[in-house]
């Protein structure tokens, strides 16, 4: 176990305890893909998300990890984790401080850590959508991995965060979201990171849902050598706790 799936295996331990509270819910998918034959492949999807709603707070938790191999050689490793707790002002508006790790062994970079402080409001709350947009700023930290023509270096540098959150009820047993993130750092360091996600859950039965979700990432500053954009298409089983 290297130390990325390490540190994420010892927070997933940490926090096991606080969601088997009553006060948490959330889901946990698994999405698994094995050919064999001419061409032997496996992917690995795993992901986390746990929600807390009390009175004056609202918290959330997520952690993800990606693993593809290809004829027995890895070429996409990936691991997230993030949490966000949210301190509510009024019926609609919060304060929200954040926290993310993400370490993906084909970027380029060893890994990314933020931080941020801001406002969120939640422009639209009805029994089938709610809508949360956000603004925080920050700081951003990336370590860039040593390659044969240069050493590994690490970046310290202010940010400011946007984020959108979308949430619309289709039906009582499909739900579509959208989660969209823009982190805008140093142009001669980080520069801008966007992530988006976009899913589509439809429940099975009881707690069971199938999920099918795109994600597209765009860094504005990558390592000689690496691609701006990544995408990433799951098709995923999906298991809801707490409800």
């Known amino acids: ?8 295996a010892i927070l997933t331990a940490c926090l096991a305890p606080g969601l088997a509270s009553a006060d948490w819910k959330g889901e946990a998918e698994l999405g698994y893909v094995k050919t064999g034959g001419n ?3 496996s992917t690995i999807n795993a992901k986390a998300k746990a929600e807390q709603e009390l009175d004056k707070w609202r918290n959330t938790l997520v952690i993800e990890a990606l693993n593809t191999s290809n004829d027995g050689s890895t070429n996409a490793e990936r691991y997230l984790a993030n949490g966000q707790s949210n301190y509510k002002i009024t019926e609609r508006g919060y304060f929200f401080g954040f926290l993310g790790y993400e370490a993906d062994r084909f970027s380029g970079y060893e890994y990314r850590a933020t931080a941020n402080i801001g406002y969120g409001h939640r422009v639209v709350q009805n029994d089938k959508v709610t809508l949360d947009l956000e603004v925080a700023p920050g700081a951003r930290q990336n370590q860039i991995k040593r390659t044969d023509t240069t050493p590994e270096k690490t970046e310290d540098e202010f940010t400011v965060r946007g984020a959108l959150k979308l949430l619309w009820n289709v039906s ?3 739900k579509f979201t959208e989660d969209l993130t823009t982190e805008i750092g140093d142009r001669d360091k980080g520069g801008a990171v966007t992530r988006s996600v976009t899913a589509l859950t439809a429940q099975i039965a009881g707690n069971l849902h199938t999920k099918i979700s ?8 990558v390592p000689a050598g690496k691609e701006k954009v990544d995408d990433e298409v799951a098709i995923a089983l999906l298991y809801n706790f707490g409800k």
């Open 1 to 8: 176990m290297n130390r990325n799936s390490l540190s994420i």
């Open 39 to 41: 061409t032997d492949t």
């Open 172 to 174: 009582k047993t499909t």
């Open 214 to 221: 795109y994600t597209l990432r765009h860094s504005s500053v």
